[in-house]
């Protein structure tokens, strides 16, 4: 919001400056209050600045919730889980400061600013709250923007696919026939029936590094259709081969693994760090609560215990092999620390 239009426009050293108008659900009254507002009076200083200036009427909460997500607001002080906590404030106190304003209550005004702080943009004023992780701030501007901005949500993943993949998608090369095994996130799915009746897809994977089309055959696809759900991170094995037609390559699925799949398929074990001097008291119990939900997998959990006198590996039962999903290493992670917890291939 302090640097961009409607329209794209070029900076003076070349970069790309985004559209508002690009952005979904933000509406041109919207940026032209916006925009008109910065160019007379200067840059927006905080969010309580910038909701003070700027029309609510046209830039409502639901305009503003969405300027949030994009990352618009980025450069207004606080981070985007923060700004999102805090509209609510800003905007109630702006439109206290119009309607005073239309009353002639300037000195009212003037004392209640000076008690929320909305000249100094303090951070004291904002309602802190933990940043947002990846795919949350990540969500938010595919949703908006219509692409991913700042990151990639397979970015968090690339050190365990490194483990597995055979190649990053721009470094596949036409050749002979080969199996190759490969990831990305599903960003399109076309379905049709083939010549039998049969229900087979194809599907465009992007890594970040390039995009790929490969098909999925009627066989495969009743098999694994489950896992192709847009955005989301799969890993595929199958066989590459030359596309006379094009000059290029083709691929064919024949597995298909969600991430969590792909770490019991690759995966030798979890280990977990455990120090007597260090953890809370009721670290096993909890240990316990965790596992629970993710029994009858099929990764090994080893437990690398240390006290004052001795260090040992206690390597769990086989009823507490786990299925090691996102969600299940969040926990882990969170109990242990991050760098206590990894996943040895």
Same mark, same amino acid.
């Given at each position: ?7 794209? $426009? ?20 919207? *940026?032209? +209050? ?7 009076? /200067? ?26 997500? =994009? ?10 889980? #923060?700004?999102? =906590?805090?509209? $609510? ?16 209550? $300037? ?6 600013v000076k008690e929320e702080g ?9 309602? #802190? ?9 990540? #969500? ?5 923007? /219509?692409?991913?901005? #700042? /990151? ?6 690339? +050190?365990?696919?490194?483990?597995f993949i055979s190649s990053r %998608? ?14 990305? %996130? ?27 089309? %490969? ?40 597995? *298909?693994?969600?991430?969590?799949? =792909? ?16 953890q809370r008291d009721d670290f ?54 991050? +760098? ?6």
């Open positions: 919001v302090n640097h961009c239009k409607y329209e794209f $426009t070029v900076s003076d050293d070349d970069s790309i400056i985004y559209g508002l108008g690009a952005i979904k659900g933000v509406g041109a009254a919207a *940026i032209e +209050s916006i925009v008109e507002s910065r160019d007379k009076d /200067g840059a927006y200083k905080s969010l309580f600045d910038f909701c003070q200036r700027i029309d609510l009427r046209k830039a409502n909460r639901r305009v503003l919730d969405t300027l949030v997500r =994009a990352g618009a607001l980025d450069q207004l002080g606080a981070g985007r889980s #923060t700004l999102m =906590a805090t509209l $609510t404030k800003a905007i109630k106190l702006a439109e206290q400061t119009q309607k005073n304003n239309d009353m002639g209550q $300037t000195d009212l005004f003037g004392n209640m909305t000249p100094g943009h303090s951070d004291e004023y904002y309602i #802190t709250q933990a940043e947002w992780d990846d795919e949350v701030r990540l #969500t938010g501007e595919k949703e908006t923007l /219509g692409l991913y901005l #700042t /990151g990639h949500p397979i970015d968090r993943y690339e +050190s365990e696919l490194k483990q %998608l721009n470094k596949l090369q036409p050749g002979r026939d080969q199996n190759v095994t490969i990831a990305g %996130l599903v960003v399109d799915i076309r379905t049709r029936n083939s010549r039998k009746g049969d229900r087979m897809a194809f599907i465009v994977l992007d890594d970040r590094t390039s995009r790929f089309e %490969l098909a999925v055959f009627p066989e495969v696809y009743s098999h694994y259709g489950e896992l192709i759900i847009k955005d989301q991170l799969i890993v595929v094995s199958g066989s590459i081969s030359v596309d006379d037609y094009s000059g290029g390559f083709k691929m064919s699925a024949e597995k *298909i693994y969600n991430i969590a799949q =792909a770490r019991e398929m690759y995966a030798k074990r979890i280990e977990v760090e455990f120090d007597a001097s260090k096993l119990p909890m240990l316990k609560k965790t596992l629970d939900p993710f029994r009858e997998g099929i990764c090994p959990v080893n437990i690398n215990y240390q006290n004052e006198n001795a260090r040992a590996r206690l390597v769990l039962g086989a009823n507490w092999r786990v299925t090691p999903t996102d969600e299940f290493i969040q926990r882990i992670k969170a109990l242990s620390g991050e +760098s206590d917890v990894r996943i040895v291939y």
